[in-house]
């Protein structure tokens, strides 16, 4: 099989450390292009960056030279790991070369013709890229990843909103620092602490959660930061407009498969909830490797406040799931499903 040449853009960060991490033999794409600023162009990613999401950079990427964001990209797949500020602007650049931007930033995804992609819950929104070239007359085109919290989230409601009508949805988030970057909050502000507040999270869960599932209910976020490494914790609430039996709704989530796993891409999990019936899980100690970090781990599903509600925990790899992993899966769905073909 030839694989497609990819770049990594935001290659020195944590999600950019992560995509070249996890892109290592891939069957379908090759790692050709590392970009990051202008103080780390024209060095090794092995000089310019301080590597922390595995033991070491993989072999065939350690020597290879960083371009700028001013540099001619080649690659026809570029992974964007960009701050919002330089997404803006280069991720649209790229599309009108004729690129495939698949994007971690925040900049583009509440945009009406760009799609916030979870490939088991929506990849009928793909459609939307039609309507994005002839609006916007690029030759290629711009996806977006959700929030690292809403992925998790939006993983365990898709089974549920297929089945039963949700009226209400309440959740609090204990998130994990490496959410926060490197090198992330001062060790005395997290050290033995809470956090309760992550600028901009609980806005973010509420537009991404409605416009991923097409539905509008209400819905309140509270998000913490807590002093665990990776695994972001959630603890969530919902009221449904009938009576729901809890039985019923763990089937529905052990039983819940999408597009990845009907195609089965390199990256899918199967299953991809995995629903627990221990009393102390899911924990993100135990449970964020599941399906590789892309899975989602279920727990305490229970009866909620009255006869139509439940509630339940869920855990998360918010690096892997929620970030790189969850690119790498949008561009294999992209691949499988025929719409690089035009970009060869």
Known sequence: MMKMDVAVLGATGMV???FIRLLENHPYFEVKELVASERSAGKTIDEATKWVVSEKIPEGIKDK???SMNDEIES????????????EKVEWELAKKGKAVISKAKTNRYES???????EVNPEHLDLLKVQKEKRGVKGFVVTDPNCTTCGLVLTLKPLAD??????????????ISGGG???IPSVSILGNVLPNIDGEEDKIGKETRKILGVDFDMF???????????????VHIKFEEKVDVEDVKKAMRN??????ELELPSAPDPVIVVHEEDDRPQPKLDIEQGKGMAVAVGRVRKGIDEKSIAYTLVSHNTVRGAAGAGILDAELLYKTGKLDELR
């Open 221 to 235: 976020a509270t998000c913490n930061r807590v002093p665990v490494m990776d695994g972001h914790t959630e603890c």
């Open 16 to 18: 950019g450390q992560n």
């Open 65 to 67: 030279k960083i371009k």
């Open 182 to 184: 490197y090198p992330g």
């Open 256 to 261: 819940f498969k999408g597009k990845p796993q």
């Open 113 to 119: 013709d760009v799609p916030i992609l979870i490939p």
């Open 76 to 87: 026809k797949i570029a992974f964007s790991a960009l701050p919002p500020e330089a997404a």
């Open 163 to 176: 089945r039963f009508k949700i009226k209400e949805l309440q959740v609090t988030t204990m998130q994990a």
